[in-house]
């Protein structure tokens, strides 16, 4: 890929300045973000559906015991928005790899053999960028029910599809390359030819792709637990936090305020992330 | 022109009939609507179900009530809500306005905020207001719709009692969520002008403009915003599945009378005719949108028909 001549002649001094500052800031924030909620089992082990009926609707940063206040049941909100965050995280990584694992099989293959199946996949490209897919999902999620397993199989059904587009789009170009052709006339056959010398140049494009689409499914997930058509509203997640929160609003704006917040910054740091990527791999890629 | 006409128009047809058929199939699974309708009409048998069914057709093979409900649709007959029994296509008819409404005033807010930061944020590129724009936009992809509407409700409906916090109190209901709308859509519409902008500021006649001595600003905003009219339009077009999808879940937050909130209340009330119309409507939209913006492009640019 020859992405870093084509890469527009920025002035070189404040672009690189911004590009590490994105990155850091990326980093920073998704990687505290991320070991938080994943260390929030030893912190909190059960604080989050604990009751401190004493304490219930305690202000944040007002006492020790409650960091970010509590909600009208009286449980801890900093422990119940780490506990929550593992769902959303679970949804969203869970989801990005089943779509990119099916949609890089399926984007090789019909890149790398055309015909039949190639045409089959650029019809469903088609149907996908016209049909209104959240409405789709919002009749499906809400008369089959929502649940973990129905929001992570909905995200992977109607995702795949932009995975295998764009890696259909790169193996097209890959494979008339010299490197390929030379790999041909060895006789490399057509699985190690796809596994080492394809896959390994589509990949960077992909894993900006993987990574906005965390964020953006993170954001999916708590818009339909909010909306009660996702996870169990008995399991502690964003969503669902907020869900609760809005009917306190009035008296405990920071059982709605936090979990927010939370959403926030994981999804800011991954969408940090996710764009200095773009600058870095390839600047040219349409995502 | 024409080949390209009938090929769009033959592939919007087909997406139609897609939703239609996903979102019938859909309904289908809900179960069975005879035990819905009778449920509180006291002792029910077997014999009774049976009449039920074959009064509204269910008893026929899912195709054919497919066929029969696309024929209704063409005449604009969406069925009856099971509660009440209104026919669908006036609750429809009764929200339209609404959501057209707060569509078409969020997005001339978000063009009047995004045209201009966009431009800013392209003619200083790498400079420290393109970073703030930038940052800022990436903000505001970073949040849910639904916590931005809560947001402003918090602050503008409850700290400063200065709005209706939801539901139709007159022409003022529409500021928050038009509001909350329009900030979701700038996020995204920055970033789209900032791109089109960039691609067209490095074009020649860009350059012949300048050195003829023109104002900056008749630079901008006359020669290279016209210039990428085109490119936004299309970017909007394709996002415009996205505007309504977010704009659901806002209608919803707000319980702003559209057709978001009566495919909500349909879901919540298990009212499936209704769910099935609204979800129908708004992808025919949707479509329609997309098709109009194709044949623009395709008026426009030549190069887009032969493709």
């Known amino acids: ?287 | 022109m024409g080949g390209f006409l009938i090929k769009r128009l033959l592939q919007a047809i087909f997406v139609v009939l897609v939703v239609t058929f996903l979102v019938s199939y859909a309904v289908r699974l809900s179960g069975d609507p005879a035990i819905m309708l009778s449920q509180g009409a006291g002792s029910v048998t077997e014999q009774d179900l049976q009449n039920i069914r074959k009064g509204l057709g269910l008893d026929r093979p899912f195709l054919v009530q497919y066929a029969d409900f696309v024929r209704a649709m063409l005449v604009g007959d969406f069925g009856q809500s099971f509660l009440g029994g209104t026919p669908v296509a006036r609750l429809i008819g009764d929200a339209l306005p609404a959501t057209l409404a707060l569509a078409s005033v969020s997005l001339l807010l978000s063009v009047l905020v995004s045209v201009p930061l966009g431009i800013q944020a392209a003619v200083n590129k790498g400079k420290r207001a393109d970073q703030f724009i930038r940052i800022i936009s990436l903000v505001g992809l970073s949040f849910p719709n639904f916590w931005l509407a809560i947001m402003l409700v918090l602050l503008l409906s409850i700290t400063f009692p200065l709005l209706p916090p939801s539901g139709w109190d007159g022409p003022i209901s529409l500021v928050m969520p038009a509001l909350t709308m329009a900030l979701i859509l700038s996020a995204t519409n920055v970033r789209l002008v900032r791109t089109a902008m960039l691609e067209t500021l490095s074009a020649q006649y860009i350059m012949v403009a300048r050195s003829k001595g023109l104002k900056e600003r008749v630079v901008l905003y006359k020669h290279a915003l016209r210039n990428c009219a085109i490119p936004l339009i299309t970017y909007i077009g394709l996002q415009f599945g996205n505007l309504i999808g977010g704009l659901v879940v806002v209608e919803k937050v707000f319980n702003w009378p559209g057709l978001g909130t009566l495919a909500f209340d349909a879901i919540a009330g298990r009212d499936y005719p209704v769910l099935q119309g609204t979800v129908t409507v708004l992808s025919i939209i949707i479509v329609a949108v997309n098709l109009l913006v194709d044949i623009a492009y395709g008026l426009v640019d030549p190069r887009i028909r032969t493709k």
């Open chain 1, 1 to 287: 890929m020859n992405s870093m001549q084509t890469a527009a002649p920025a002035p070189a001094g404040r672009s690189m300045q911004w590009r590490s500052l994105e990155f850091v800031l990326g980093a920073l924030l998704s990687g505290v973000m991320l070991t938080l909620v994943l260390t929030s089992v030893w912190i909190f082990p059960d604080r989050g559906s604990l009751m401190d009926l004493a304490a219930r609707l305690s202000q944040p940063f007002a006492h020790w015991d409650h960091v970010l206040g509590t909600d009208p049941l009286g449980r801890d909100v900093l422990a119940r928005v780490l506990v929550g965050g593992r769902i959303s995280l679970m949804v969203g990584f869970v989801s990005v790899l089943g779509a990119s694992v099916l949609g890089i099989a399926i984007g090789l293959v019909a890149g790398y053999y055309r015909g039949f199946w190639d045409m089959l996949l650029m019809r469903c490209v088609d149907v996908q960028l016209a049909l209104p897919f959240i409405l789709v999902a919002l009749t499906f999620i809400s008369i089959l029910g929502g649940g973990l397993g129905n929001i992570i199989l909905f995200m992977v059904v109607s995702q795949w599809v932009q995975y295998a587009r764009l890696v259909r789009g790169m193996v097209l170009s890959v494979r008339e390359r010299e490197f390929v052709q030379a790999a041909r006339a060895f006789g490399v056959r057509d699985l190690a030819m796809l596994r080492h010398h394809i896959l390994p140049n589509v990949l960077g494009p992909v894993i900006i792709l993987m990574t906005l689409n965390v964020a953006n499914n993170i954001l999916l997930e708590s818009s339909l637990t909010f909306l009660g058509l996702g996870v169990d509203p008995l399991i502690p997640s964003w969503g669902g936090m907020l869900a609760d929160g809005r009917t306190y609003m009035q008296t405990a704006w920071w059982v709605s305020v936090f979990p927010g917040v939370a959403i926030m910054l994981t999804v800011l740091g991954l969408n940090l992330l996710g764009d200095w990527l773009r600058d870095r791999i390839d600047p040219t890629v349409k995502l």
